[in-house]
């Protein structure tokens, strides 16, 4: 395609009230998504027993922060900067971040969410930044880098935003079950007639024997994904053996040897997590 008629395709483009958008703000919106996109997603790193969650970001210099309320570390750090750098700045912070983090320990916990701009909320496990952005765009969230970008519309509620947050979860997990039963129904050799998310208050998953009907609780999309793929076994499991006996410990071993690890990290979440 050459540059004239790149030109006359990109400016015939109509934006939703059917006004022309000019082949320039096009090109420019495209690129800024694209941008959003590529962004690295943040990870996990270990260090003299800390678990630190890093996002590279194109910064000039490494930012490290804890988060409330137990003091999780986060660090931003620049595109190129190694793992070794990143490291070596997180240790020679050691002495400050253990004395933070015991003044975290004992303060009171604030439970309450508003979801307002700054709150921090978590998503597969890592914390983000929310960015509550008002306009008269389409209502979603997106991920950028590690900030959670909640797009509403200028008069919007605490309530309208929270549901608005349980949707963004209740799709995640929506996508994510799928590919995680092709997985461990045939290995398993079981399948569920059906599954669902909800919101649960004291359980992370359920399952209805009878019916052959799983439940996932909606706050498994705040938990690091091998935690949600944990629960899904030890459901699946329920399907071989009801209770929780001898039995299903043991089915659980076979199929996923280090499910006690994973149990032990999900009620880490939800301490730091949920309690948010
Ligand atoms: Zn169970």
């Given at each position: 395609?050459?540059?004239?008629?790149?030109?006359?395709?990109?400016?015939?483009?109509?934006?939703?009230?059917?006004?022309?958008?000019?082949?320039?703000?096009?090109?420019?919106?495209?690129?800024?998504?694209?941008?959003k996109?590529?962004?690295?997603?943040?990870?996990?790193?270990?260090?003299?027993?800390?678990?630190?969650?890093?996002?590279r970001?194109?910064?000039?210099?490494?930012?490290?922060?804890?988060?409330?309320?137990?003091?999780?570390?986060?660090?931003?750090?620049?595109?190129?900067?190694?793992?070794?750098?990143?490291?070596?700045?997180?240790?020679?912070?050691?002495?400050?971040?253990?004395?933070?983090?015991?003044?975290?320990?004992?303060?009171?916990?604030?439970?309450?969410?508003?979801?307002?701009?700054?709150?921090?909320?978590?998503?597969?496990?890592?914390?983000?930044?929310?960015?509550?952005?008002?306009?008269?765009?389409?209502?979603?969230?997106?991920?950028c880098?590690?900030?959670?970008?909640?797009?509403?519309?200028?008069?919007?509620?605490?309530?309208?935003?929270?549901?608005?947050?349980?949707?963004?979860?209740?799709?995640?997990?929506?996508?994510?079950?799928?590919?995680?039963?092709?997985?461990?129904?045939?290995?398993?050799g079981?399948?569920?007639?059906?599954?669902?998310?909800?919101?649960?208050?004291?359980?992370?998953?359920?399952?209805?024997?009878?019916?052959?009907?799983?439940?996932m609780s909606?706050?498994?999309?705040?938990?690091?994904?091998?935690?949600?793929?944990?629960?899904?076994?030890?459901?699946?499991?329920?399907?071989?053996?009801?209770?929780?006996?001898?039995?299903?410990?043991?089915l659980?071993?076979?199929?996923?040897?280090?499910?006690?690890e994973?149990?032990?990290?999900?009620?880490?979440?939800?301490?730091?997590?949920?309690?948010?």
């Amino acid at each position: 395609m050459n540059g004239l008629r790149y030109y006359n395709a990109m400016s015939s483009i109509k934006d939703k009230k059917g006004q022309t958008v000019s082949w320039i703000n096009q090109l420019k919106s495209t690129f800024v998504a694209k941008a959003k996109v590529s962004l690295p997603t943040p990870f996990l790193m270990q260090v003299a027993q800390l678990e630190v969650h890093v996002t590279r970001k194109p910064i000039k210099h490494l930012h490290l922060r804890l988060v409330p309320p137990t003091g999780v570390v986060q660090v931003s750090a620049p595109i190129h900067l190694s793992d070794e750098r990143i490291r070596a700045a997180v240790l020679a912070r050691l002495d400050w971040i253990k004395e933070k983090q015991t003044a975290f320990a004992q303060r009171p916990q604030a439970s309450v969410r508003e979801y307002i701009t700054g709150e921090t909320h978590y998503y597969l496990g890592s914390p983000y930044r929310l960015q509550v952005v008002s306009g008269k765009a389409k209502q979603q969230i997106m991920i950028c880098g590690d900030v959670l970008q909640m797009h509403v519309l200028a008069q919007t509620t605490a309530e309208k935003r929270a549901a608005l947050m349980n949707t963004f979860y209740r799709d995640t997990l929506k996508a994510m079950m799928p590919d995680l039963l092709a997985k461990w129904q045939p290995i398993m050799g079981v399948r569920a007639n059906d599954w669902g998310i909800k919101a649960m208050k004291t359980r992370w998953g359920s399952c209805n024997t009878r019916d052959k009907r799983i439940w996932m609780s909606l706050m498994l999309a705040k938990v690091p994904p091998e935690c949600i793929e944990y629960v899904l076994v030890h459901e699946l499991a329920h399907l071989i053996e009801a209770n929780h006996s001898p039995r299903f410990h043991a089915l659980m071993t076979q199929f996923l040897p280090h499910w006690a690890e994973l149990k032990q990290k999900l009620n880490q979440s939800a301490r730091s997590e949920l309690m948010l």
